[in-house]
């Protein structure tokens, strides 16, 4: 039986890293083509999506200096708000599960598995933004 290490973590996240419209100094190029992208949304029309109807509830007999108007952008560039959150799930590390390998291949699956049902199993939570890096 294999013995591996399953780690989460909870952070602001990067939207143009995670679709690696930059490529960081850890990222191996030549192996980004692997990656597999689950879901890739505008996260301005995930907030419409989510967030419009209560606005419209929300603005009913405001003044108009107390109204929304765009629910992203008040949250963009509010103080204390965060647009999203990013969670990074990982199993091993790439030295006991590294990619090409058997044990790679295990995680892949493991974590595919896991991404495919997440929702269901958090139904309150919204993905927008998901890839399984393999580099």
């Known amino acids: 039986?294999?013995?591996?290490?399953?780690?989460g973590m909870i952070g602001a996240g990067s939207l143009a890293h995670n679709r690696?419209?930059?490529?960081?100094e850890n990222v191996d190029l030549k192996r980004t083509q692997?990656?597999?992208?689950?879901?890739?949304?505008?996260?301005?029309?995930?907030?419409k999506e989510l967030f419009d109807e209560a606005v419209e509830?929300?603005?009913v007999g405001k003044r108009?200096?107390?109204?929304?108007?765009?629910?992203?952008e008040k949250i963009r560039?509010?103080?204390?708000?965060?647009?999203?959150?990013?969670v990074i799930f990982q199993i091993g590390n790439c030295g006991d599960m590294a990619v090409g390998t058997e044990e790679g291949?295990?995680?892949v699956k493991i974590l595919d598995e896991f991404l495919k049902d997440f929702e269901k199993r958090?139904?309150?939570?919204?993905?927008f933004n998901c890839y399984l890096h393999l580099v």
Not at 1 to 7: E, F, H, L, P
Not at 20 to 24: G, I, K, L, N
Not at 64 to 72: E, H, L
Not at 122 to 127: A, C, E, Q, Y
């Open 1 to 7: 039986m294999i013995k591996r290490t399953i780690s």
């Open 20 to 24: 690696r419209d930059f490529v960081a």
């Open 34 to 47: 692997y990656n597999i992208c689950y879901r890739n949304e505008n996260l301005q029309e995930v907030y």
């Open 57 to 59: 509830r929300y603005n």
């Open 64 to 72: 108009n200096d107390r109204k929304i108007t765009n629910y992203y």
């Open 77 to 86: 560039l509010g103080k204390q708000e965060k647009l999203f959150h990013e």
């Open 105 to 107: 291949e295990l995680a």
């Open 122 to 127: 958090n139904p309150t939570l919204r993905l």
